[in-house]
C-alpha cells in the first residue's frame, strides 16, 4: 500500500509561480509511474503531466513549457513545478501513483497499484 500526500497549493496571481510536493510511504512508489491530475470546478479531472520510474515524462498540451514534473526516489517524493500560472490552472492537484509490479520471488505474481493523494487547492486570480 501506499499513501500519498500534496502540499504546496495556494493562491496566486496570474504570472505567478507554486511547488506542489507529494510525498509518500512505502518504497514501491519508486517503481510505478507518478502523475499529477487537476479538477476545476465542473470539470472532470484531467491528467497535467506524468513522470515514469526512468524519468520519462508526459505533459498536458495546456501545461507544456510552464510545468516540470520530476520526482525524487530517495526522499520518496515527486513535485510539480508551475510558472507562468494562468486563472484556468485553477482547481485541485491531485497526486497519483499508478503502475504494475511483479513479485520478487516465488512464482510470477503481478500486482496493480493506484493511488491518490486527497488533493491541494490551487487558485488563480487574474
Known amino acids: 500500500q501506499v499513501q500519498l500526500v500534496e502540499s504546496g497549493g495556494g493562491s496566486v496571481q496570474a504570472g505567478g509561480s507554486l511547488r506542489l510536493s507529494c510525498v509518500a510511504s512505502?518504497?514501491?512508489?519508486?517503481?510505478?509511474?507518478v502523475g499529477w491530475y487537476r479538477q476545476a470546478p465542473g470539470k472532470q479531472r484531467e491528467s497535467v503531466a506524468n513522470?515514469?520510474?526512468?524519468?520519462?515524462?508526459n505533459y498536458a498540451d495546456s501545461v507544456k513549457g510552464r510545468f516540470i514534473i520530476s520526482r525524487d526516489s530517495a526522499k520518496n517524493m515527486a513535485y510539480l513545478q508551475m510558472n507562468s500560472l494562468k486563472p484556468e490552472d485553477t482547481g485541485v492537484y491531485y497526486c497519483?501513483?499508478?503502475?504494475?509490479?511483479?513479485?520478487?520471488?516465488?512464482?510470477?505474481?503481478?500486482?496493480?497499484?493506484?493511488?491518490w493523494g486527497q488533493g491541494t487547492q490551487v487558485t488563480v486570480s487574474s
Open positions: 513522470i515514469t520510474s526512468d524519468l520519462s515524462t
Open positions: 512505502g518504497s514501491i512508489f519508486n517503481d510505478i509511474m
Open positions: 497519483n501513483a499508478a503502475g504494475t509490479t511483479w513479485s520478487e520471488s516465488g512464482p510470477p505474481k503481478m500486482y496493480v497499484h493506484d493511488y
